[in-house]
């Protein structure tokens, strides 16, 4: 698996009061709250952005 690049993310829209995030982490299948920006999906040719949690996206590197 590619290394994570935390520049690549970006924080999906909150869900609404109560509910949970719609999508998974694709690394340990938590809930997901980042997505994977436009040209990050582009350079790598997917159809599908990927989505990770607070969790993956902070052992990346990323800063909230």
Known sequence: MD???PADYER???P???KPYPYKCRICGAPAAWTET???R????RLVSW????Q???DA???M
Do not use: S
Not at 42 to 45: E, G, K, P, W
Not at 51 to 54: A, K, L, P, V
């Open 42 to 45: 582009d350079r790598r040719h």
């Open 56 to 58: 993956c996206y902070r």
């Open 3 to 5: 290394p994570l690049d």
């Open 16 to 18: 609404k009061k109560g």
């Open 51 to 54: 989505r990770i949690c607070e």
């Open 12 to 14: 999906i829209k909150p």
């Open 61 to 63: 590197g990323g800063t």
């Open 38 to 40: 436009f040209a990050a």
